[in-house]
T-cell receptor
Framework: GAGVSQSPSNKVTEKGKDVELRCDPI?????LYWYRQSLGQGLEFLIY????????KSGLPSDRFSAERTGGSVSTLTIQRTQQEDSAVYLC????????????FGPGTRLLVL | GDSVTQMEGPVTLSEEAFLTINCTYT??????LFWYVQYPGEGLQLLLK?????DKGSNKGFEATYRKETTSFHLEKGSVQVSDSAVYFC???????????????FGKGTLLTVNP
């Protein structure tokens, strides 16, 4: 079956530009997560969505980062006024809420800020 | 806070060699422990897990035992194959008093290369 998909797979942008990263979770998964993997670092939790509940944004590194999830499915992570330190692989994952420990990851979007 | 420390790579082995990737953790609650694997060009996949002390997770010939006394969850395989070449991540999830915690805390990953 279809897994988690993310687009674009790669994104190169100039410092100061805004970028949008998209995630399509597995159908029926109500929980959605965003993580960031910086060079030489582990995965860093960014934000969590569960159904219609308020998202947990505690992992977002600055107010330049925001995310939304429309219709309980597709999610968009937006980075405004990108900085070079935002360069990383952004990973999206989804799960059934009752099996949150088993998260299914997408292939990621590799973001490079010049 | 919660953290995971795993051995730095890269690790390079010959086919049929024995593999150990060390992982230790610190956690404030009652962690479940995981190994995720990322094959080239693919997303992370759950490889195995253990939810309580002394549990052994196993999958595809890989094993890891949850050792509370040493706060460790080392990954082992008796005979690696070229197809095992990937990045391996150790992770934990801590259950809070409410009984749920969705955040996974990951180690930095260990790149394994298996040569024929």
């Amino acid at each position: 079956g279809a897994g988690v998909s993310q687009s674009p797979s790669n994104k190169v942008t100039e410092k100061g530009k805004d970028v949008e990263l998209r995630c399509d979770p597995i159908s029926g998964h109500t929980a959605l997560y965003w993580y960031r993997q910086s060079l030489g670092q582990g995965l860093e939790f960014l934000i969590y969505f569960q159904g219609n509940s308020a998202p947990d944004k505690s992992g977002l590194p600055s107010d330049r980062f925001s995310a939304e999830r429309t219709g309980g499915s597709v999610s968009t992570l937006t980075i405004q006024r990108t900085q070079q330190e935002d360069s990383a692989v952004y990973l999206c994952a989804s799960s059934l809420v009752q099996y949150q420990e088993t998260q299914y990851f997408g292939p990621g979007t590799r973001l490079l800020v010049l | 806070g919660d953290s995971v420390t795993q051995m730095e790579g890269p690790v390079t082995l010959s086919e049929e060699a024995f593999l150990t990737i060390n992982c230790t953790y610190t956690a404030t609650g009652y962690p479940s422990l995981f190994w995720y694997v990322q094959y080239p060009g693919e997303g992370l996949q759950l490889l195995l897990k253990a939810t309580k002390a002394d549990d052994k997770g196993s999958n595809k010939g890989f094993e890891a035992t949850y050792r509370k006394e040493t706060t460790s969850f080392h990954l082992e395989k008796g005979s690696v194959q070229v197809s095992d070449s990937a990045v391996y991540f150790c992770a934990l999830r801590v259950l809070n008093s409410g009984g749920s915690n969705y955040k996974l805390t990951f180690g930095k990953g260990t790149l394994l290369t298996v040569n024929p």
